[in-house]
């Protein structure tokens, strides 16, 4: 009967039984899925992430903001060993990144959910099938000679309709809108039963009512499912009015990092204090 506290959303959940002993906060709060220290990365011998501490709980979002070329895509990277750290720890759902066993690469990326500014779909195959590859990129991975199965499909499917485009199945990818298009992507990754979601960008590509309703979307998995998100943003009031949290770069080095209700623009007006103007182009 016992649940594994990290499967359970930080806010209170209707489906958890009423006879279990419900976990405290406190030991939820002891279970971050991604966890680091100190972290540095290095190119060319320049540090461009310098001292960054993160922690991700189950069932929050959490907003990553700075200017361009801060390192919030490096940050990304370096949660699934796509990026040179030079020192810290970084820790991933129960990987540590820094000292990986041999395979070990492959789970944890197979464990880790992404969506992308340009959503990275293949634009000539049909919505399924894009959804049914996040499949190929989870533990235990299919054999692709079989072909997916039948359980694969409805999972696919149902978490298209939950995504709100089961109507769009059998069209190709490149048919849909940017929205939609975004929405495929993150049916994608749930199809991977990741532990953790990573955003780069996810609506930088889409007008801001779209953005608002894929950011929406992106919250609600987390609060619902217990997959804390972290989406990289560049435009504030959509960071403000989506995350649970704010971590702020600027030049590598964490300078904000806090609860969303405790902060506002001018809070998070340093980030932004020397850049150039009109030399933004939200990368
Ligand atoms: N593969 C790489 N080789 C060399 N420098 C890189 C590489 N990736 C990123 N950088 C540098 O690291 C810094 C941070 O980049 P990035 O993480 O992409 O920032 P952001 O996503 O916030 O725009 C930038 O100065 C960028 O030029
Ligand atoms: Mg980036």
Do not use: C, W
Request: net charge negative.
């Amino acid at each position: 009967m016992t649940r594994v506290a990290v499967a359970e959303g930080a806010s209170s959940r209707s489906a958890l039984s009423t006879t279990e002993t419900p976990t405290p906060a406190s030991l939820r709060q002891t279970l971050p899925l991604v966890s680091v220290r100190g972290l540095e990365v290095a190119y060319d011998g320049q540090n461009v992430l310098d001292g960054v501490d993160l922690d991700l709980f189950p069932g929050e979002m959490v907003a990553l903001l700075g200017a361009s070329g801060s390192g919030k895509s490096t940050l990304m990277r370096s949660l699934t060993g796509f990026a040179p750290i030079s020192a810290g720890s970084v820790r991933v759902a129960g990987h540590d990144v820094t000292n990986l066993r041999r395979g070990e690469l492959r789970t944890l990326r197979s464990e880790v959910g992404q969506v992308f500014q340009q959503f990275n779909l293949i634009p000539r195959l049909s919505v399924m099938t894009n959804v049914l590859t996040g499949a190929l990129r989870g533990a235990g991975a299919i054999n692709v000679a079989g072909g997916f199965s039948s359980a694969h499909r409805r999972r696919a499917l149902e978490l298209l309709d939950r995504v709100g485009i089961a109507h769009k199945a059998t069209a190709p990818a490149r048919s849909l809108s940017g929205g939609q298009q975004q929405r495929v992507a993150i049916a994608r990754a749930l199809m991977q039963q990741p532990q953790v979601i990573l955003a780069d960008e996810p609506v930088a590509s889409l007008d801001p009512k779209l953005a608002d309703s894929v950011l929406e979307l992106l919250r609600e998995i987390a609060t619902e499912d217990g997959i804390p998100v972290l989406v990289s943003l560049h435009v504030l009031p959509l960071a403000l009015a989506h995350s649970d949290r704010i971590v702020g770069l600027r030049h590598g080095e964490m300078l904000v990092s806090g609860a969303t209700s405790q902060l506002d623009a001018a809070a998070l007006a340093p980030l932004y204090d020397d850049e150039e103007h009109g030399d933004d182009d939200h990368h």
